[in-house]
């Protein structure tokens, strides 16, 4: 079993900036590819941004993409999003996600994912 927590969310003005991060325990977190996913009211949960294992391969959605960063410390257990430059459609509960796997494969769908954080609320105002 692995752990997720995410925390770093908020309100920020248009154009701002906000760090989460997503504190991992349980299992090894280093053999573990990570995601990001955000869900707004009345939406589907959709794919933010995905770190292989070493953190060596990246991928982005293309609303995010040059906006948004991720990586993550496994010496730390922590995987990390940065979010620059945030725009109001940016407004939505952002999850970290996690499955067992070692390789460059980066996963962008839900299903793929195993283990699942509680949450926690990024907030754009105009």
């Known amino acids: 079993q692995v752990q997720l927590v995410e925390s770093g969310g908020g309100l920020v003005q248009a154009g701002g900036s906000l760090r989460l991060s997503c504190a991992a325990s349980?299992?090894?977190?280093?053999?573990?590819?990570m995601g990001w996913f955000r869900q707004a009211p009345g939406k589907e949960r959709e794919f933010v941004a995905a770190?292989?294992?070493?953190?060596?391969?990246?991928y982005y959605a293309d609303s995010v993409k040059g906006r948004f960063t991720i990586s993550r410390d496994n010496a730390k257990n922590t995987g990390y999003l940065e979010m620059n430059s945030l725009k109001p459609e940016d407004t939505a509960v952002y999850y970290c996600?996690?499955?067992?796997?070692?390789?460059?494969?980066?996963?962008?769908?839900?299903?793929?994912?195993?283990?699942w954080g509680q949450g926690t609320q990024v907030t754009v105002s105009s």
């Open positions: 349980g299992r090894t977190f280093s053999l573990f590819a």
């Open positions: 770190i292989n294992w070493y953190g060596a391969s990246t």
């Open positions: 996600a996690a499955r067992r796997a070692v390789g460059s494969y980066l996963y962008t769908d839900t299903s793929a994912y195993n283990y």
